[in-house]
Nanobody, 125 residues
């Protein structure tokens, strides 16, 4: 079992940058995927970016491609999301998540069994 703790959220103006961090505590050795998701009230949780832990292969949601970068520091058991050129539409609660299962398809939000508490990102115009 793993505990995930996000940090780094805040309020920025459009065009600004933020870096989110997600520290993983506990049984981290067998995590297969980690990802960042976001959610606004009344909407479904949206996949932002996913990374395959063993290979560093990444996948991004269409709305953040070219602006966000997911990365990991394996030694520190920490996942990052670097966000550039932020837009008001990026305003949401951002969650870190972990998936322990190898899959033949791209995992979606329901595949991730472990979630952090979330960190709020607010982008003003």
């Amino acid at each position: 079992q793993v505990q995930l703790v996000e940090s780094g959220g805040g309020s920025v103006q459009a065009g600004g940058s933020l870096r989110l961090s997600c520290a993983a505590f506990g049984y981290t050795n067998s995590i297969v995927y980690m990802g960042w998701f976001r959610q606004t009230p009344g909407k479904e949780r949206e996949r932002v970016a996913i990374i395959h832990i063993a290979t560093d292969i990444t996948l991004y949601g269409d709305s953040v491609k070219g602006r966000f970068t997911i990365s990991q520091d394996k030694a520190a058991n920490t996942l990052y999301l670097q966000m550039y050129s932020l837009e008001p539409e990026d305003t949401a609660m951002y969650y870190c998540a972990a998936d322990y299962r190898a899959r033949s398809r791209i995992p979606g939000p329901s595949d991730f069994g472990y979630w952090g508490q979330g960190t709020q990102v607010t982008v003003s115009s």
